[in-house]
């Protein structure tokens, strides 16, 4: 069956009907080459008509895409673990808009693939949207990507807890020693302040795709910054934070990312979206080097998972 393809849209590789789970899982197998190579042109593809209902089938399913798992680290947002490397795509509140950004693009290691699975699609709204980060990379202003380039971004996380994740949420952990190996072997310095933790990191702006040699603009600069907050909410947390607000970015010298810079790349980052709604029995196959990925608002229910995979090493894709 052929794959449909259009301007701003997800492909989609409809599945053969009738499958049982055992024939889809079959089926899967004996197609992974093409998908991979449709992956790796288009970046994404939704197979849509997989006859899967609960997480455990997904997870079966899963297995036959996926070749290494990836570890989900330094966690940003609620999510519920359903077991076996599964998890909500994300908690947050279905009214709310998640901006694009590119899984883990923050640490030393992150997944070069992300796979979604829809269980129950909300009745209006709610599309996991994909952003090509490679076109991105072309389109942002010379100068702010040379300097972005040339110096890289940093992050500066405030575990309050009552704003976001606590830390020991976000590590998996109640050890403060657990989180000072995790950062030592990270290079993330870490500040205590009673029950609070401050951490900062220096990453990489851009990276190199380890398969097609491609730049991607790949961080979270722009998710992270307080410019692209809602205005009240923006100021409520400058009113409760101070400086000390859950997330800031910066350039690598230390600047902050101004306004007008993040406008500029959010700007860009809708010029790049594609989107594909959701039906029960779809999967996305999503390069998260290539592609970013956020989440429209939506009406009614609304059940996406994730699972990561073939994990790739920072330093293997270094300018």
């Not at 306004?259 to 500029?264: D, K, P």
Request: charge should be negative.
């Amino acid at each position: 069956m052929p794959t449909e393809l259009a301007p701003h849209r997800i492909p989609v590789r409809p599945v053969p009907r009738g499958l049982s789970l055992e024939g889809a899982a079959d089926w899967l197998s004996e197609h992974l080459g093409e998908l991979q190579e449709l992956r790796t042109e288009r970046g994404s593809v939704m197979l849509r008509g997989l006859p899967f209902t609960t997480a455990d089938e997904f997870a079966l399913l899963r297995d036959r895409i996926i070749g290494r798992p990836a570890d989900y680290v330094e966690k940003a947002t609620p999510r519920s673990a359903y077991g076996r490397g599964v998890f909500t795509a994300t908690d947050v509140p279905a009214r709310r808009r998640i901006r694009l950004h590119n899984e883990n693009s923050y640490a030393l290691s992150y997944p070069g693939l992300l796979v979604f699975a829809c269980l129950t699609a909300p009745t209006a709204g709610g599309e996991t949207f994909l952003g090509d980060v490679r076109a991105a990379a072309g389109l942002l202003p010379e100068d702010l990507v040379a300097r972005f380039r040339e110096q890289g971004w940093k992050l500066v996380r405030n575990y309050w807890g009552h704003f976001g994740l606590t830390w020991q949420e976000a590590f998996g952990t109640d050890d403060r020693a657990e989180v000072e190996r995790y950062a030592r072997a990270q290079h993330l310095t870490t500040e205590w302040h009673g029950d609070r933790l401050t951490t900062t990191q220096h990453r990489s702006a851009l990276v190199r795709h380890p398969e097609t040699g491609d730049t991607s603009w790949f961080n979270h600069a722009a998710f992270w910054s307080e410019w692209s907050l809602e205005e009240s909410v923006r100021e409520f947390l400058r009113g409760e934070c101070g400086d000390d607000l859950p997330f800031r970015t910066f350039y690598g010298d230390g600047e902050p990312v101004g306004q007008r810079e993040i406008e500029q790349i959010n700007a860009v980052y809708e010029q790049v979206r594609m989107a594909e709604r959701w039906q029960p029995g779809d999967i996305l196959l999503v390069d998260n080097i290539r592609l970013a990925h956020g989440r429209e608002p939506f009406e009614g229910e609304r059940e996406v998972l994730v699972a990561m995979g073939d994990p790739v090493d920072r330093k293997d894709c270094e300018l």
